[in-house]
């Protein structure tokens, strides 16, 4: 179907590297969010996308995390030199508009980040 | 943000209903009630969401306490298909974001 589709689904990576996941939103959603799921936890919010702009970066929790998205289509979200503490499920959201309390958030099935 | 509590997990029998609660006593006059569930490995998924009116969709229906301090997410058969952590989730509605706790962990015994 068309859903929001992240690659890879899993990534091991060793200390230190960088590592770049992947989002394609649905088609025609403006809104992009990024979040990241710890190990039997809740989600925590990353970053929201508006278009191709960020207004919220505030859930970003460190400068070796950063995120692009062109245009209305995909995102990446970039992690350099990772930690250990980095390892968990990214989890990549698109809705047809940021703001309205009835928008729905369709999710992506997640990155699975290893580091080890 | 206004914050939710749910129960760390439940247990049902299958072909049975199900209530789930949630406590958001701090709720706005503005905070819709939206509820997700995320499945084993996979990212959350939409269920329902309301403001004040009991609602009803294909999968759920949603119970709102009148002073809205409370709802409660009802399905209505359970199959072993729905066990997964479900969350209760407040959204202002200017807010782009959700905040998520821990949800409650619904187990559907065969």
């Known amino acids: 179907g068309a859903g929001v589709s992240q690659s890879p689904s899993n990534k091991v990576t060793e200390k230190g590297k960088d590592v770049e996941l992947r989002c394609d939103p649905i088609?025609?959603?403006?809104?992009l969010y990024w979040y990241r799921q710890r190990l039997g936890q809740g989600l925590e919010f990353l970053i929201y996308?508006?278009?191709?702009?960020?207004?919220?970066k505030s859930g970003l929790p460190s400068d070796r995390f950063s995120a692009e998205r062109t245009g209305e289509s995909v995102s990446t979200l970039t992690i350099q030199r990772t930690q250990q503490e980095d390892s968990a499920v990214y989890l990549c959201?698109?809705?047809?508009?940021?703001?309205?309390?009835?928008?729905?958030?369709?999710f992506g099935d997640g990155t699975r980040l290893s580091i080890l | 943000d206004a914050k939710t509590t749910q129960p760390n997990s439940m247990e049902s029998n299958e072909e049975e209903p199900v209530h789930l609660p949630c406590n958001h006593s701090?709720?706005?006059?503005?905070?819709?009630i939206h509820w997700y569930r995320q499945l084993p490995s996979q990212g959350p998924e939409y269920v329902i969401h309301?403001?004040?009116s009991n609602v009803n969709n294909r999968m759920a229906s949603l119970a709102i306490a009148e002073d809205r301090k409370s709802s409660t997410l009802i399905l209505h058969r359970a199959t072993l298909r729905d066990a997964a952590v479900y969350y209760c989730?407040?959204?202002?509605?200017?807010?782009?974001?959700?905040?998520f706790g821990t949800g409650t962990r619904l187990k559907v015994l065969a």
């Open positions: 959201a698109s809705s047809l508009a940021g703001t309205g309390p009835t928008q729905p958030q369709h």
């Open positions: 996308f508006q278009g191709n702009s960020a207004p919220d």
């Open positions: 989730i407040l959204r202002d509605g200017g807010t782009y974001k959700y905040i």
């Open positions: 309301g403001l004040t």
């Open positions: 088609s025609g959603h403006t809104a």
């Open positions: 701090t709720i706005s006059g503005t905070d819709y």
